[in-house]
């Protein structure tokens, strides 16, 4: 059942009961914003109103909208840190909340340097429940029959770490999957796993991923929906499949896990599911066996009907992958989510991964919206605190980055997220995704941000489809210790016939392609002030991103939070790209440039 409108009709009917309830209140929600936004930032001034660090503001008590923004500044992580390193070492007084903070979640800690620590309270977890519970009442809008078989998802955990005080630091998603709510979860027909609960709370990553894939094998004809956190994670578990069929097919086979599936846990609970099967053991190894991979998902678990994956923002780069895997499945976003807070959920997920729109429900925390215009940035002091705009102000079109206050102790706490208006569902907007608010290039003049190289590695890799070969992961630095400085683009390929690759002058080409793309600024530094010299692209061996994410787990990053840094400086990882090099190439031709400004 399609939705009629994206603005103010209801969201179809339920298939059940407890359905009828969830949408029932995601419509209560969206139709009073304004209202539920006002009690939310209400209760946690309220709450909180005995904190050190609101007491600091002057509030007396006071828990209105106008007070709040007349006299809170508005922040970033360097200005909670301070208070944030007291709690981690001990310090139990009520400093950003008032009830005890019962952990921290940490960021994915790839995309700009050390880990951020983000405090949390216990009864966050039934705030994010409640999220969760809302996604498939609307999924099940539009993909009938989900009660009638399984999932295959691939979902982990991290070994997570302790402060000084003993506090627990893990990433978010670590902390649901470990959590009651999630482990004594009541059965629900459209929203089973086919992998037990045991599979994920494995801290071992290949025992984790081999015992899931294993069930996944199993249950393959009752599998109706595949899908990971990120586009990443199911791109990994198709490797790991190319990677381990033989052994996962001989387990099938002769009825025994495999001796390196050590983990007590995992090796009951598969006792209970692995039983010999030559039939099915056969077929895996006809499929696998010829090396051809080009829409195994759909051939393995033929009933699958959609990917559950968030193909939003730098996970764009993996739709090409996914796309070749499945035979052109949809890929849905389902939710909207980051360490900091769970902000809200797709009404229309079954639209293509460019159209993908979030609606932030308003009583997930309070909202407030900087207005996003490079061209005239609004400038932030905390000094004089900005009077930003509510979820109920903004306009069809406007992109705004997102400030956030939260139960948990978070106040007018900047995300980075630039989010664009694209529709509204009631008087809730419904936001694209942009991009999160950080340059990651820049040798001169120039800045460019991760959507500007998203789409030149996309337009340069239109080069490469006449040799059936897709750029399947990429990361990139500033090289300055050239004279001019320059981009190196690292490119991961995909060669269907490896006999018939790209030829040196097609990527040649790929690299003036990419300089095209870029910005104005850019170009003018290429061509008229020679500050910047010829982008250079570094070809790298198959399988060269996996050990850069075996890396990063190694060091601390969360398998399910990990995403490909799109650019890296960190010596380690550059030795270890730089050692997978096969083959280097440069633009040959300076890019298009004109002194005349278009409007």
């Known amino acids: 059942m399609a939705v009629d409108t994206i603005t103010s009709s209801p969201l179809g009917p339920p298939a059940c009961e407890k359905d009828a309830k969830a949408l029932q209140f995601i419509e209560e929600m969206t139709k009073n914003c304004d209202l539920v936004q006002e009690n939310v930032l ?14 600091q503001f002057g509030l007396d008590g006071a828990t209105d909208r106008e007070t709040f923004k007349s006299k809170v500044p508005v922040v970033g992580y360097e200005d909670l840190q301070p208070y944030i390193q007291r709690i981690a070492n001990g310090d139990r007084s009520k400093i950003l909340s008032s009830h005890p903070i019962s952990e921290f979640l940490t960021s994915s ?222 890929k849905t976003c389902t939710m909207y989510a980051s360490s900091e807070c769970y902000f ?51 306009e069809l079109g406007k992109e705004y980055e997102l400030v956030i206050s939260t139960y948990s102790g978070l106040s007018r706490y900047r995300v980075g997220d630039i989010l664009q208006v694209k529709g509204f569902h009631n008087c809730a907007p419904m936001f694209k995704f942009i991009r999160r608010k950080n340059v990651l290039l820049s040798i001169d003049a120039d800045k460019t941000d991760e959507t500007e190289l998203q789409t030149a590695v996309e337009n340069a890799s239109e080069l490469l489809k006449e040799f059936n070969t897709t750029v399947v992961e990429y990361t990139s630095y500033g090289d300055t210790k050239t004279i001019p400085g320059h981009y190196v683009i690292y490119w991961e390929l995909l060669m269907k016939d490896p006999g018939y690759g790209p030829t040196d002058d097609v990527l040649d080409r790929c690299c003036l392609a990419m300089e095209e793309c870029l910005n104005s600024v850019y170009r003018q530094s290429r061509v008229a002030d020679q500050s910047i010299g010829p982008l250079e692209i570094r070809i790298v061996k198959s399988g060269t991103f996996e050990e850069l994410m075996d890396y990063a787990i190694s060091r601390g990053a969360s398998i399910n939070q990990y995403k490909v840094p799109r650019c890296v400086s960190f010596t380690p990882i550059m030795e270890l790209l730089d050692s997978r090099v096969v083959s280097t190439h440069f633009s040959p031709a300076a890019p298009t440039w004109t002194s005349e400004r278009r409007f």
């Not at 045991?198 to 599998?223: K, N």
């Open 42 to 55: 209400s209760e946690i001034l309220s709450q909180n109103a005995d904190t050190e660090y609101l007491q």
């Open 109 to 330: 800690g790839t995309s700009a340097g050390e880990r951020k620590l983000m405090p949390t309270i216990a009864e966050e977890m039934n705030r994010r429940q409640k999220l969760y519970s809302l996604l498939m009442p609307v999924m099940n809008l539009y993909v009938p029959g989900l009660d009638k078989g399984k999932g295959l998802y691939f979902y982990f955990i991290k070994a997570e770490t302790k402060t000084p005080s003993g506090l627990v630091a893990r990433p978010v998603l670590t902390s649901y999957y470990k959590s009651q709510q999630f482990k004594t979860r009541p059965f629900d027909p459209y929203n089973v796993l086919t992998s037990p609960n045991e599979t994920i709370l494995c801290v071992d990553s290949f025992q984790s991923m081999y015992s899931q894939m294993l069930c996944g094998l199993i249950y393959r004809e009752e599998v109706l929906r595949c899908g990971a956190v990120f586009a990443s994670g199911l791109v990994r578990a198709i490797k790991f499949l190319q990677l381990h069929w033989q052994q996962l097919a001989f387990d099938i086979e002769s009825g025994s896990l495999n001796s390196k599936i050590t983990d007590p846990a995992i090796r009951e609970c598969m006792s209970k599911i692995l039983k010999p099967s030559q039939d099915l053991a056969r077929f895996i190894r006809e499929e696998c066996c010829e090396g051809n991979w080009e829409g195994i998902i759909t051939r393995i678990w033929p009933n699958t009907k959609y990917l559950d994956v968030i193909v939003t923002g730098a996970m764009a780069q993996y739709i090409p992958i996914l796309d070749y895997y499945s035979n052109n499945l949809p």
């Open 344 to 394: 809200g959920l797709n009404l229309t997920p079954m639209v293509k991964p460019s159209e993908v729109c979030y609606t932030i429900m308003p009583n997930m925390g309070y909202f407030e919206f900087i207005p996003h215009d490079p061209t005239n940035p609004m400038t932030i002091s905390r000094d004089s605190p900005p009077h930003l705009l509510d979820l109920a102000d903004l």
